[in-house]
């Protein structure tokens, strides 16, 4: 980094620090939005768009960037005190989530997930700040052959998960898979599965799937019970002490925060790769490599460490692609590329040429958000938490109509709501039968994914199955993704034989 | 008996304060009788973001101040656009006030592909906001510099190209240059013109076909290399030539053309609202202000060119020909 370069980083860091009015409002208005399921930055931005468009560029610039960074946060927040991911980014959230809240540690969960979220964030901004270069080549090698390893790493997940009832898990993988062929096809676009109904065509909708499946039919479950925290768990009064006891859990775990956020950083920078595939890849990634796989899922802090981590790695991750090739890595990043081309601002090659404030001053605005962010949220923790201590004849409703209008929102059709509570009763029977929402959810979100890559590979090779393994880049991940599946298998046998050898 | 005419307070009250109600909800009757009394929703087929967005934007930015009131757009991307036609055709209620904003060439070759489930006589479009043509582009970093580069290729193996869809103007250009040259072409739909250009620059394709205006919105990451109609935007488009001009072909010009679409029976039954529309797009189409936020949103100034019911629906038809004509190829049937 040469002398300009540092100067004009802080020049733009100060004048980012001014706009405090700006950010911590918009920090607030994030987080809500974030956490209604169904309302995301991207469509805030879009409500809000006369008014980002009325302010000057710096100001509308820092106003998106923050409201970006606190929605991806706070849709972790819903996920594990109800179950209820805002956002297809914070899927994986809850699998770990929501357990620590169900055994009383709502308040360690959310101070997990906010630190987790702030140092992944803030890293990966500082690391995209610095390789901006080389991240922008990430795209240039992963191309449709390659993809198909990354979905295959999310969608392994599904195995691991019916590891524990192997035929359960699997049936609802691909339950769920085929759930996630509804649609129209990548190629032709013949509608296949859809039933006749014009609302399927572009596949079942991801919002209206995720909170039927999670928050609906556990509202169905937990109105069984008096209140969140089970019977074991105590619901206790708040206390700081929990929520600097989460800080200290996330902080002793920096290396595993470090690495997943990476995960999500190089995920994010793909164009058309989604905080939905980076969280679950860094979840399996997680429990691949970890000493105790056989507690994810019942409230680890590294399950619910490493998709919060990643998925906020991605936010930055997504910027690099949108200012260096003028290609918006996600829906959000192309409606902030809408407002800038309005301000005048040309993305490409020559935006750091011609105006290096803007680019500079996009990835300052995310470093400051989450400076401010760690400030301003964490002490919320304490207030937040109370939620799981709600008895359920209240919460339960609440959950139920407040996520079948999340349904609603995206599209504004009603048959997403009747899809949510189709979804719902589709989850609360998995659940009462011993399968896991988790693996059906994996399928339709992660399937379509797949058959798109599929596809287009198919598709640019004639049909030469060989095509996948084509490439340099996608055999050496072929290998790492074999890997990922064959060594946590050694390794736990590895460890069950020691335990079994008696000590001496 | 002599009646003497007398006013009490309370009727004289009661006399002004309709008198006062009166004057005050005047201009309310008024306008209750005036077209538009509230905002337009308008129906869009495509994901916000796009180009489809930002031309939207531009133009309902200067046509809202002749109507007073509010464009509120809703996004219904999905299968090429379909989805946005059947839930203008099937759920807005014609009445003039439900509008629909699509891009008369990809769209309409759709229905040559797939007939939609309504008569695709039921809609037309009465005003073009603008019109581009479609050319071929490479990734800036791409081997393949020139067209004589993609030629050479061609010859040693069937290349991949990127399009928006496969039912596209674009498409179609590309295949009638490869029927011209007795070349192969491997047609990818990387879904919308985001993606094509992200296709054509990491080199997921060899290079990509897009509507023009897009690809000069992608900035110096890409370099055009051919119109498949006229380059009358010359350096913006590299200076690239016609596909006429350069392979001696007759190709009629592959259009992208997006235009403000109403249901036919709202024009039948509210011939007076339909004037107002027409009016008042033609009147925006003259301001000076339409250019300044047009070009203020990265469109050519030249593509800015104003046409109305007959040339958007002779434009119409021209589409329903030439995807007839190329159905096999782009249907995959």
């Avoid at chain 1, 304490?382 to 709600?390: A, E, G, K, P």
């Avoid at chain 2, 479009?125 to 019109?131: A, L, N, P, S």
Wanted: aromatic share 10%; hydrophobic share 50%.
């Amino acid at each position: 980094m040469d002398s300009s370069t540092a100067s004009i980083l802080t020049e733009v860091f100060f004048e980012t620090l001014g706009y405090w009015y700006i950010i911590i409002p918009t920090i607030f208005l994030g987080l809500i939005v974030g956490g209604i399921p169904g309302f995301s930055a991207a469509n805030t931005i879009i409500i809000l768009m006369p008014l980002t468009l009325a302010l000057d560029l710096q100001s509308g610039l820092v106003f998106m960037i923050s409201l970006y960074c606190a929605a991806r946060m706070g849709a972790g927040i819903p996920a594990i005190l109800v179950n209820i991911p805002g956002t297809a980014g914070a899927a994986a959230t809850p699998l770990d989530g929501y357990p620590m809240a169900k055994q009383g540690k709502g308040q360690q969960a959310l101070a997990i997930s906010f630190v987790a979220s702030c140092i992944g964030g803030l890293l990966t901004t500082i690391i995209a700040l610095a390789a901006m270069p080389i991240l922008a080549r990430v795209g240039f090698y992963m191309h449709s052959v390659e993809m198909i390893v990354v979905m295959l790493f999310g969608i392994s997940l599904i195995a691991s998960i019916a590891a524990q009832d192997m035929v359960k898990g699997l049936i609802a993988g691909f339950l769920g898979l085929m759930i996630g062929s509804i649609g129209t096809d990548v190629v032709y676009a013949t509608p296949r599965g859809t039933f006749g109904f014009l609302e399927l065509y572009d596949g079942v909708p991801l919002i209206p799937a995720l909170v039927g499946l999670f928050a609906v039919s556990e509202a169905f479950v937990i109105i069984e019970k008096r209140v969140i925290v089970n019977h074991d768990g105590e619901p206790k009064a708040p206390n700081w002490g929990d929520t600097f006891e989460g800080v200290k859990i996330a902080l002793s775990r920096w290396v595993h925060i470090v690495w997943t956020s990476i995960i999500g950083l190089v995920i994010g920078v793909i164009p058309g790769a989604g905080a939905s595939i980076a969280s679950f890849v860094a979840y399996q990634q997680s429990r691949s490599f970890s000493k105790t796989p056989e507690k994810y899922g019942t409230g680890h802090p590294e399950g619910l460490i490493a998709p919060e981590s990643a998925n906020n790695g991605v936010t930055s991750g997504t910027l690099v692609p949108l200012l260096v090739l003028g290609i918006p890595g996600g829906a959000t990043a192309a409606i902030m590329l809408v407002v800038m081309q309005f301000h005048g601002v040309s993305f490409g090659p020559s935006l750091f040429e011609n105006q290096p404030t803007v680019g500079y001053g996009m990835f300052m605005a995310m470093a400051v958000s989450y400076v401010f962010m760690f400030l301003t949220i964490l002490p919320l923790s304490r207030y937040m938490s109370h939620v799981t201590t709600i008895p359920t004849i209240y919460l339960a409703p609440m959950i139920i109509s407040f996520t079948l209008v999340g349904g609603f929102v995206p599209r504004e059709y009603m048959f997403d709501m009747y899809l949510a509570l189709a979804f719902g009763v589709l989850g609360y029977i998995a659940r009462r039968t011993g399968y896991h929402v988790a693996a059906i959810l994996i399928g339709v979100i992660l399937g379509p994914l797949l058959e798109k890559y599929f596809l287009w590979s198919l598709k640019k090779s004639d049909g030469d199955i060989m095509v996948l393994f084509s490439s340099t880049l996608g055999n050496i991940l072929w290998v790492a993704f074999a890997l990922s599946i064959i060594l946590p298998m050694v390794f736990s046998m590895r460890r069950k034989r020691k335990l079994e050898v008696p000590a001496e | 008996m002599s009646m003497k005419p007398t006013i009490t307070r309370r009727a004289l009250l009661g006399t002004g304060a309709a008198a006062a109600t009166l004057t005050l909800a005047t201009p309310g009757l008024l306008r209750a009788s005036s077209f538009p009394e509230r905002n337009f929703s308008v129906y869009i087929p495509t994901a916000e973001g796009g180009g489809a967005d930002r031309n939207f934007r531009a133009f309902s930015s200067v046509w809202k101040t002749r109507l007073g009131v509010e464009f509120e757009p809703s996004f219904y991307p999905g299968a090429s656009g379909r989805v946005g036609y059947e839930i203008y055709m099937g759920k807005a209620e014609p009445d003039a006030y439900n509008l629909l904003f699509g891009n008369i060439g990809p769209e309409v070759l759709n229905w040559a592909m797939q007939a939609p489930s309504f008569d695709i006589n039921d809609y037309i479009y009465f005003g073009q906001v603008d019109k581009d043509p479609c050319c071929l582009f490479v990734g800036a970093e791409s081997p393949l510099k020139t067209m004589d580069d993609i030629i050479a290729a061609a010859k040693t193996r069937k290349l991949n190209v990127g399009t928006s869809r496969m039912a596209h103007p674009a498409s179609i250009g590309l295949l009638a240059l490869g029927d011209k040259l007795g070349l192969e072409f491997n047609l990818i739909p990387l879904q919308g013109g985001k993606g094509t250009v992200a296709g054509a620059v990491t080199g997921e394709v060899d290079f990509s076909v897009l509507t023009s205006g897009s690809v000069i919105a992608a900035g110096d990451a890409v370099k055009t290399l051919l119109v498949f109609g006229n380059n009358i935007v010359g350096e913006a488009l590299d200076n690239a030539p016609s596909i006429n001009d350069a392979y001696d072909m007759d190709l009629p010009e592959m259009l992208s053309t997006r235009a403000f679409g109403i249901h036919k029976k709202a024009v039948d039954d509210y011939p007076d609202r339909f004037e107002v529309l027409t009016r008042t797009f033609k009147e925006t189409h003259e301001d000076p202000a339409l250019m300044e936020a047009y070009i203020a949103s990265k469109g050519q100034p030249e593509y800015l060119v104003y046409a109305g019911v007959e040339e958007c629906e002779a434009e119409k038809a021209a589409m329903l020909e030439l995807g007839a004509r190329y159905k096999s190829l782009l249907s995959g049937a």
